[in-house]
């Protein structure tokens, strides 16, 4: 299934909306920077086309 970030075609909506976070201390994610992108899915035909994907 191919998927199309959202900041290639919305990219000042994207740029203003785009969240990130750090994580300090946790047992279940690495310490460090994340981001938060939105990506959809461009197949035709897909009805259920939103995923959020955890990029580090």
């Not at 191919?2 to 740029?15: Q, V």
């Given at each position: 299934?191919?998927?199309?970030?959202?900041?290639e075609y919305?990219?000042e909506?994207?740029?203003?909306e785009t969240?990130?976070?750090?994580?300090?201390?946790n047992?279940?994610?690495?310490v460090g920077n994340?981001?938060?992108l939105?990506?959809?899915?461009?197949?035709?035909?897909t009805?259920n086309n939103?995923?959020?994907?955890?990029f580090a």
């Amino acid at each position: 299934m191919p998927y199309a970030m959202f900041h290639e075609y919305l990219k000042e909506i994207a740029k203003r909306e785009t969240r990130s976070f750090t994580v300090f201390d946790n047992l279940k994610l690495a310490v460090g920077n994340y981001g938060l992108l939105e990506m959809y899915c461009d197949e035709t035909g897909t009805i259920n086309n939103f995923n959020l994907l955890l990029f580090a």
